[in-house]
């Protein structure tokens, strides 16, 4: 009987909110875009995600066991990480390189700095631009849909070099059928995901909107032959811009407090992501863009402190 | 005696220049991506640190405390050009790997750090024991990591292949891989250093 009566400090709230739950909710929200990414790639795709998932999640249990840390593999993050960095990889790379990813991803990305809350960059995207700056020739191989032996390019890629993009309908991008890779392909799956994640309110517009529609804007000034000539449309649609703004731009850890700040942060990111795919070297700018932005998140937070009631 | 072998020890492990007092990293940064450069920077750079300990331990009653820094450097930079015009002569293709890493020791923070710090306050001894060590420590560093770099970076030893089939990533050839191993290794120096306090 005494034992229920609690003596504790204001708040009093109670919320069944936690962690565990909203990371395992991110973790449904994903499953429509690997289901879509299943039905393009083939079993290759599923095979990848859960060499991912189980790297990073024994991963951190070896690390935790290891360090005599408290074991959290449980609250569903580890498998978010594998999951993101699957997504992130073409379908066709050999079975080794999401387990080599994912363990960097964890312990180079996340454990390193004491663990969930800690990390400054998002890990998932740790993982992809360390494969990407290792192994480039199987991270930019890409198998075509629906025929699991040939390749062929993004169309991100093929605009890059300057080929004629042989006009694929938007419909084709919207749907996923075309090059890429495993989890960002389908967009429409991916708003799915995204629409269940908004409902229970665990991203806000901030980022998602502002980093699409900076990037969408930037586009149509910048990026076509003359000014307000670019093709916008097809550039949201294309490479990992929404898997990007709604699943990866939007961590918690990594990315400021307050709405003015994540403002900011999607400005940038959108900024960014349209100068790398129209001026820089590489077809794709969403996995830089994120994690240069990741790396201002602490000025961002120090500058856009808000003013707590009373104070000056 | 002892003080004299307690001077020499403590730039390899507990004062090591690279990984305690982090000392010197820009060339550490550059140079690290196979072991035979890193030898080269390591031996080039001890030379250097022996040289300039030992002038300045001799000439340190004569130099002007207010002018002691630019006096520092001109007795650095000429060990630096004797090195830089032997390996010129003696070993081309070393000097075209480490490139513009050879005249950069002149600005090298563990040699004027050492000039500084140890040198103009100690006998020649002392002071030669303190270069001697500071350089064997920088070049254990060195080769430390160049070994890891090479390894990961290339599937090489001193350009030897070691196991067949392995892939290498690319990125520990590259300078954001001199960042990563370097602070791995700074976080593990302190990891063992936290345990034993």
């Not at chain 2, 890493?101 to 600005?107: A, D, K, M, T």
């Not at chain 2, 024991?129 to 599937?155: H, N, P, Q």
Request: glycine share 12%.
């Amino acid at each position: 009987m005494g034992n229920n009566l609690l003596v504790s400090g204001s708040p009093h709230i109670y919320t069944r909110e936690s962690i565990s739950r909203i990371m395992w909710t991110v973790v449904i929200s994903l499953i429509p875009a690997g289901i879509a990414g299943v039905i393009i790639f083939g079993w290759d795709a599923l095979w990848i995600t859960l060499a991912a998932v189980a790297a990073a999640v024994s991963t951190e249990l070896i690390f935790e066991v290891l360090t005599k840390k408290k074991i959290t593999v449980l609250d569903g993050s580890a498998v978010i990480t594998g999951i993101l960095l699957a997504f992130n990889l073409p379908a066709g790379v050999p079975l080794w390189l999401p387990i080599v990813g994912a363990v960097f991803s964890m312990v180079v990305g996340k454990l390193v700095f004491g663990g969930l809350g800690q990390n400054i960059f998002n890990p998932a995207l740790v993982g992809r631009v360390f494969l990407l700056a290792s192994w480039p020739k199987y991270m930019t191989t890409f198998t075509k849909p629906f025929c699991d032996t040939v390749t062929s390019a993004t169309p991100l890629a093929i605009l890059k070099e300057g080929k004629a993009l042989g006009h694929i309908p938007y419909w084709d991008l919207f749907i996923g059928n075309h090059g890429g890779c495993i989890g960002e392909v389908c967009i429409l799956a991916l708003l799915i995901g995204a629409a269940i994640l908004f409902i229970k309110g665990y991203i806000s517009w901030h980022i998602p909107f502002t980093y699409i529609f900076t990037t969408g804007l930037f586009i149509y000034v910048f990026g076509g032959p003359g000014l307000f000539k670019g093709d916008w449309l097809f550039h949201i649609l294309s490479g990992g811009l929404i898997l990007g703004a709604f699943f990866m731009a939007t961590d918690y850890v990594a990315t400021p407090l307050t709405a003015r700040g994540q403002i900011i942060f999607g400005v940038g990111c959108g900024v960014l992501t349209a100068v790398i795919r129209i001026w820089g070297g590489y077809p794709e700018g969403v996995s830089y863009a994120i994690l240069m932005m990741n790396a201002a998140t602490p000025f961002i937070d120090r500058y856009t402190k808000n003013r707590i009631y009373g104070s000056r | 005696m002892k003080s004299l072998v307690h001077e020499f020890t403590k730039g390899i492990i507990r004062e090591n220049p690279t990984f305690v007092l982090v000392l010197g990293l820009c060339p550490t940064l550059a140079v690290s991506v196979s072991v035979v450069n890193g030898i080269g920077m390591g031996i080039a750079a001890t030379f250097v640190l022996l040289g300039s300990s030992m002038i300045v331990s001799l000439v340190k009653n004569f130099i002007p405390n207010k002018i002691r820094i630019p006096c520092f450097i001109v007795i650095i930079a000429t060990f630096v050009t004797i090195t830089e015009l032997c390996m010129k002569a003696y070993s081309p293709v070393l000097d075209r790997a480490l490139g513009i890493y050879v005249p950069l020791i002149v600005v090298n923070c563990i040699v004027l750090g050492r000039a500084e710090a140890f040198a103009c306050k100690n006998n020649l001894a002392k002071s030669f024991l303190d270069g001697l060590g500071m350089g064997v420590g920088f070049t254990l560093a060195l080769v430390l990591i160049s070994a890891i770099r090479e390894f990961l970076g290339s599937g090489q030893i001193l350009g030897h292949t070691l196991i067949k089939g392995f892939e290498p990533p690319f990125i520990f050839g590259m300078p954001s891989g001199a960042l990563l191993v370097i602070g791995l290794l700074l976080g593990f120096f302190n990891l063992i250093k936290n345990k034993k306090t």
